[in-house]
C-alpha cells in the first residue's frame, strides 16, 4: 500500500480539484457558455452535471485503486502524477473558457490532455485492468469532448480578441 489511508488521500485530491475548477471557473461558468455559439450537439446543462460527477468518481476510484496498491514502482508513481496533472489540466481548461474566455486557448489544453489521457491508460493497464477499464470509459466521452471543444473554437474564432 502506498499510502496508510488511501481512500481519504484520493478524496482529499478529489476535492482540492474539484474546489480548483471550481474557483478559477469564476462565478457563473454556464452563463459564459450562453455567451457563445456552441455546437448543435452540446449537452444540456443537467448533462455536464452528470458527466463532471462521474469524471471524478472515476478520478477517486483510479486514485484509490493506485494508492492501495502493494510495493511501489515507478510506473505506480507516474499513473499517480499523470492522474494529478489531468486533475490540474481540467481546472487550467476552465479558466481559459470560462474566466479568460479564451476559446482557442481552451481547445489547445485539449492536446496536452489528450496525451497525459493516452499515458495514464496505458499505465494503467500495465499495472490494475480494472483502473485500465474504468479509465477507458472515460476515454470514451474524451473523444466526444475534444470534437465539442474543436466545434466550439471553430464557432468562435470571430470572437476571439485580437492581440
Not at 122 to 138: H, R
Request: hydrophobic share 55%; with cysteine; aromatic share 14%.
Amino acid at each position: 500500500m502506498l499510502v496508510r489511508h488511501p481512500v481519504v488521500v484520493s478524496l482529499g485530491i478529489c476535492t482540492l480539484a474539484a474546489a480548483a475548477e471550481g474557483i478559477l471557473s469564476g462565478k457563473r461558468p454556464m452563463e459564459v457558455l450562453a455567451t457563445l455559439r456552441l455546437p448543435r450537439f452540446t449537452p444540456p446543462r443537467w448533462a455536464w452535471i452528470v458527466i463532471g460527477v462521474f469524471y471524478y468518481v472515476i478520478c477517486f476510484t483510479i486514485l484509490t485503486r493506485l494508492l492501495e496498491m502493494d510495493g511501489f514502482n515507478r510506473l505506480q508513481y507516474s499513473a499517480t502524477v499523470l492522474m494529478i496533472v489531468l486533475l490540474g489540466l481540467n481546472a487550467l481548461f476552465n479558466y481559459l473558457l470560462f474566466r479568460s474566455r479564451n476559446v482557442q486557448a481552451a481547445f489547445a489544453i485539449f492536446i496536452p490532455y489528450d496525451l497525459v489521457a493516452l499515458a495514464l491508460q496505458i499505465c494503467l493497464f500495465c499495472l490494475d485492468n480494472t483502473a485500465g477499464y474504468v479509465f477507458v470509459s472515460y476515454l470514451a466521452y474524451l473523444v466526444f469532448a475534444t470534437v465539442w471543444g474543436y466545434e466550439l473554437r471553430r464557432l468562435n474564432l470571430t470572437n476571439e480578441p485580437h492581440s
